[in-house]
């Protein structure tokens, strides 16, 4: 049997990284969360966690939430080295925008062999971050985190730099793009408008930095190492 044909069935997988995802973000693990990541019924989500929970991947105590066992945990970590270098592979080697990618990563995770894994590993230098500044975890399992806070998180007079980018949307990633607001960038808090109205930043090095008014999804979706 091939590595490939032994691991876990691809929606089995999706799964996994996503309870991943939304554990990264500090959001609960519920079936209801879980569908609207999958973009799938609540149903749906109740039966593969019931599934995952009998593979010994999960534990899933009602009205408290869904928790990747260690087992789930590793499971995740392979996923996600799998998905993250192919989508450095695809920006640094393939001409591919950092909006093209997630999708793109999403097919080729289920199929590739670890051993392409590790020659792309070994062809990118072994990079421990992704285009959208996201942990690429290491062979071993392990993953090099990096403090940051949510952009919507601070106050005026911050000051720090970009390095992450949640939001897997491509029109979102295009506007970010299109406004030179990327990973490594300077930013500053200018104002939070009340009301819920948009933070207003500073980004970039002078002479050439621009302000902006971001809303609600931009400022959620960018983290910020703080000076």
């Keep these: 049997m091939s590595e490939t044909s032994s691991r876990r069935s691809s929606s089995i997988e999706d799964y996994i990284r996503a309870i991943y995802g939304l554990v990264e ?8 969360s879980l569908a609207g990541r999958l973009e799938v019924s609540p149903s749906s989500a109740s039966g593969m966690v019931t599934k995952l929970s009998q593979l010994g ?8 939430g869904i928790e990747l ?7 995740a970590h392979g996923v996600l080295r799998r998905h993250r270098l192919i989508e450095t592979y695809l920006v640094q080697h ?5 909006d093209e990618v997630h999708a ?21 230098g ?10 690429i975890p290491a062979a071993d399992g392990s993953v090099e985190e990096e403090p940051a806070r949510l952009l919507d998180e601070l106050q005026p007079g911050a000051i720090g730099e970009i390095v992450r980018v ?11 793009s299109e406004h030179a607001i990327g990973l490594g960038e300077r930013i500053e808090v ?30 959620q979706a960018l983290s910020v190492a703080v000076r």
């Design 69 to 75: 066992t260690a087992e789930g945990t590793q499971l």
């Design 104 to 124: 793109e990563a999403d097919a080729l995770e289920h199929v590739v062999s670890d051993r392409l894994v590790a020659r792309i590993a070994a062809k990118l």
């Design 126 to 135: 072994n990079p421990v971050r992704d285009p959208h500044g996201d942990p």
């Design 57 to 64: 991947l999960v534990t899933h105590v009602p009205y408290r």
């Design 25 to 32: 973000r500090g959001e609960a693990v519920t079936n209801t």
């Design 190 to 219: 200018l104002e939070r408008q009340p009301f819920g109205g948009p933070i207003v930043v500073k980004v970039g090095a002078e002479p050439d930095a621009a302000t902006h008014a971001l809303g609600k999804a931009i400022a």
């Design 94 to 98: 393939l001409g591919y925008t950092w």
């Design 166 to 176: 949640w939001d897997t949307d491509p029109d979102l990633l295009r506007y970010l």
